[in-house]
């Protein structure tokens, strides 16, 4: 089991910034691939940004150049720095988490949601 824990979220301007945090913990043998999503109202949820162990990293197109996923696997956590944002990036932004046990797995864990505003 992996419960994440999210933080970060806020209410900001056009072209302003955020880092998203998430905090993974529980009992598990190995997290592999760690990302964020997001959705918003009337929205499927869609990805943002994906980081692998070995720090390979995959970015949806409305967010590249502009947002940066990082991670640190001691800690296990996952961020997300946001810069340069617009009204088109909020949503309910959320955490995922591929993890396995000692002979189990791959399973996948998410967090609860923190929301980001952007206004004009």
């Known amino acids: 089991q992996v419960q994440l824990v999210e933080s970060g979220g806020g209410l900001v301007q056009a072209g302003g910034s955020l880092r998203l945090s998430c905090a993974a913990s529980?009992?598990?043998?190995?997290?592999?691939?760690m990302g964020w999503y997001r959705q918003a109202p009337g929205n499927q949820r869609e990805l943002v940004a994906t980081?692998?162990?070995?720090?390979?990293?995959n970015y949806a197109t409305a967010v590249k150049g502009r947002f940066t996923i990082y991670r640190d696997n001691a800690k296990n956590t996952v961020d997300l720095q946001m810069n340069g944002l617009k009204p088109e990036d909020t949503a309910v932004y959320y955490c995922?988490?591929?993890?396995?046990?000692?002979?189990?797995?791959?399973?996948?864990?998410w967090g609860q949601g923190t929301q980001v505003t952007v206004s004009s």
């Open positions: 529980g009992r598990f043998f190995e997290i592999n691939t």
């Open positions: 995922n988490a591929g993890f396995r046990y000692l002979l189990g797995g791959p399973y996948a864990s």
């Open positions: 980081i692998s162990t070995g720090g390979s990293t």
